[in-house]
């Protein structure tokens, strides 16, 4: 009873990541030629945007099961763990990450309602007691409800 999955976002989307980082280097190499502010400042700047935008290069979906756990991961920024004794339904449904969601990754919507999607297509719908919904697309869904259902 194990499921685990890595999933990117779509190329497009890491592409535009990319450029975002590139962007950010390019204006962290402009604070250092072209400002006389102290070291530190520089440096600080330099810390705040590499930091902020390298996350978004390396982001990547995981969704893992194991005995007791359903985790949902979008790594490296956020970890959500659902025991598996905690859910009610299982069933597999479909799910489209831009007109269900509003994009890709980890989508809280309100009403206890959870996307995590990274394509269009199958997708398990996972309820647990708290009322809180799971929708998880991703390839491999039909296991992933094989899997829950399983248990």
């Known amino acids: 009873m194990r499921f685990d999955t890595t999933v990117l976002p779509p190329r497009w989307m890491r592409r535009l990541l990319f450029a975002v ?3 950010a280097v390019g204006v962290s190499a402009s604070v250092w030629l072209f400002t006389d502010g102290p070291w530190w400042a520089q440096t600080l700047a330099t810390v ?3 930091g902020v935008t390298w996350p978004l290069v390396t982001l990547h979906g995981r ?3 194991d ?3 359903l985790t949902l991961a979008m790594v490296p920024l956020l970890r959500r763990r659902v025991p598996l004794d905690s859910l009610t339904a299982v069933e597999l449904t479909s799910a489209d990450p831009w007109n269900d969601f509003g994009g890709y990754g980890y989508r809280p919507l309100g009403d206890g ?3 995590f999607a990274f394509e269009k297509g199958p997708a ?3 309820t647990t007691r708290e ?3 799971y929708v998880i697309a991703v390839p491999g869904a039909e296991a992933l409800v094989a899997v829950l259902t399983d248990g």
């Open 21 to 23: 980082f590139v962007v």
């Open 113 to 115: 309602l959870v996307g």
């Open 124 to 126: 398990a719908r996972v």
């Open 131 to 133: 009322g809180r919904t």
């Open 67 to 69: 005995e007791r756990t």
């Open 48 to 50: 705040v945007l590499l």
């Open 63 to 65: 969704v893992t099961v």
